[in-house]
């Protein structure tokens, strides 16, 4: 009986460590945080939620174990005998209604918060096509494609030969990135032209559908300075895998000197942030082409 004990309390700790140290690497490296308050948000919201199940996780598996272990028919012990216990069904009625009510608050809050897209300072229309995107900044009247870069492109083909390894972000790389500021709202309304795509990059926080033949819409606020990447969330065709999304965040200062430099035809693909993330200025060359 005393070793049956020891075992049990021994199986029991393992579980706890075990759950507990699953848990506290997930909280710690389970998705990114982003750079923007909302991806924030999404971010605490989802640690949250991960501490709730996991607490619920390690009680009722505890009972449920030590239950099977400790009151088998072995033992001689009897199945309580009560049926329609008014009072445990509005327990484990009450309970999971109390749990959900506190995960629904804040989630709810933070998707009102990601539909509030007005006070926007800049709108960006974004169009996806079979395999490219398209921007078109609506207030300074700036439009460009955006398509994976010819060395990815060309190291993706069959037999080409190029070793995947040795290319720089490899099919994570466009001719034309998304240049944006800082500290700034900015609305996206998000279409497509063929099929359906899913604009996507996970810094930021969300991704939203480009469907043809409607609008959707989506907001962000970058806080730092860098190059942000990601990719069409959609199975839209054969080259879906093709379709990357680079966004380059900049300061309000370099993005209006970008935009002036791209209206008189003076700015290429970048603006001012190398491939390392460190703010400099780069000289503006080079249309798609």
Not at 182 to 207: N, Y
Not at 269 to 278: I, N, R
Request: a negative charge; aromatic letters at 8%.
């Amino acid at each position: 009986m005393k070793k049956a004990n020891e075992l049990i309390v021994a199986l029991a700790s393992l579980a706890v460590i075990t759950v507990v140290t699953w848990g506290l690497y997930a909280v710690g490296d389970n998705m990114p945080q982003g750079v923007t308050p909302f991806s924030r948000d999404v971010y605490q919201l989802h640690n949250v939620i991960l501490i709730i199940v996991t607490v619920i996780g390690v009680l009722v598996f505890s009972a449920m174990f030590t239950s099977i272990i400790l009151h088998r028919k072995s033992k001689g012990y009897e199945p309580a005998k009560f049926t329609h216990s008014t009072r445990a069904e509005i327990t484990w009625t009450a309970i999971p209604v109390l749990i959900l009510v506190a995960m629904a608050v804040p989630a709810t809050r933070v998707l009102i918060d990601m539909e509030n897209t007005g006070g926007a300072e800049i709108n960006i229309k974004v169009t996806g096509y079979q395999w490219l995107w398209k921007y078109d900044y609506i207030e300074d009247d700036i439009s460009f494609y955006s398509v994976l870069d010819r060395e990815s492109n060309r190291a993706r083909q069959i037999g080409s030969g190029i070793d995947v390894r040795e290319v720089d972000n490899y099919l994570l790389e466009v001719d034309n990135r998304l240049v944006l500021p800082t500290q700034t709202k900015i609305r996206f309304l998000l279409t497509a032209d063929d099929v359906i795509h899913s604009w996507w990059v996970p810094e930021l926080g969300w991704k939203r559908d480009a469907v043809p033949g409607m609008v959707n819409e989506a907001w962000t606020l970058i806080e730092e300075e860098g190059i942000y990447r990601g990719q069409c969330a959609e199975l839209c065709g054969k080259d879906h895998g093709f379709m990357p999304i680079v966004v380059e965040a900049v300061s309000p200062e370099a993005y209006r000197e970008w935009v002036e430099a791209r209206k008189a035809g003076l700015a290429g693909p970048s603006a001012v942030v190398d491939p390392t993330g460190a703010p400099r200025r780069v000289a503006a060359t080079g249309e798609r082409d």
